[in-house]
T-cell receptor
Framework: SQQGEEDPQALSIQEGENATMNCSYK?????LQWYRQNSGRGLVHLIL?????REKHSGRLRVTLDTSKKSSSLLITASRAADTASYFC????????????FGQGTRLTINP | NAGVTQTPKFRVLKTGQSMTLLCAQD?????MYWYRQDPGMGLRLIHY???????AKGEVPDGYNVSRLKKQNFLLGLESAAPSQTSVYFC????????????FGPGTRLTVL
């Protein structure tokens, strides 16, 4: 079963606007990661936030984590056409954090 | 460094045929993974390996076998392909826990007729 559930499933905004995607998960985690997937390509790691962190920044990306609500959000500021992609959250799972469990993703479209 | 590579990129099989997908990584990673991605389903873990000579089942292992004879290679086998195995397959690798980023290959698009 999926650990992470992204919301919304699809998001379409104008270039320059901010995009916010949410992820909810079910069990306790050690960390949560966000990945981007361009059409027809493999996933690329964007950012990792540990369970004892509440917010993390990387360039135009801002990630928050609320362990009490078992949720995370990814904010992309000043969006660009090149940000058009699918975005997935992933949580560690299993003993020793050997595996990641991915959500179903949010399809983000940036309109010029 | 090439990172994670997958062979082949595309393949069409007939029901009942067999094939092997090859994943290779040059980052000296201990952990390797095989996922399948279907529309609207995200990535689902098929099998994974935490070291040379070891393998373990993931979420959807039925119909697949794997081998990790060398640290840099992880093979995914389909003994008797079925149309339900039509999917895009991704391989990934990473270092052990403590730094959990996974590095992905470009994917193999498999169609089973």
């Amino acid at each position: 079963s999926q650990q992470g559930e992204e919301d919304p499933q699809a998001l379409s905004i104008q270039e320059g606007e901010n995009a916010t995607m949410n992820c909810s998960y079910k069990t306790s985690i050690n960390n949560l990661q966000w990945y981007r997937q361009n059409s027809g390509r493999g996933l690329v790691h964007l950012i990792l936030i540990r369970s004892n962190e509440r917010e993390k920044h990387s360039g135009r990306l801002r990630v928050t984590l609320d362990t009490s609500k078992k949720s995370s959000s990814l904010l992309i500021t000043a969006s660009r056409a090149a940000d058009t992609a699918s975005y997935f959250c992933a949580t560690d799972a299993g003993q020793g954090a050997q595996k990641l469990v991915f959500g179903q993703g949010t399809r983000l479209t940036i309109n010029p | 460094n090439a990172g994670v590579t997958q062979t082949p990129k595309f393949r069409v099989l007939k029901t009942g045929q067999s094939m092997t997908l090859l994943c290779a990584q040059d980052m000296n990673h201990e952990y390797m993974y095989w996922y399948r991605q279907d529309p609207g389903m995200g990535l689902r873990l098929i099998h994974y390996s935490v070291g040379e000579g070891t393998t373990a089942k993931g979420e959807v292992p039925d119909g697949y076998n794997v081998s990790r004879l060398k640290k840099q290679n992880f093979l995914l086998g389909l003994e008797s392909a079925a149309p339900s195995q039509t999917s895009v397959y991704f391989c990934a690798s990473r270092t052990p826990p403590g730094y959990n980023e996974q590095f992905f290959g470009p994917g193999t698009r498999l169609t089973v007729l």
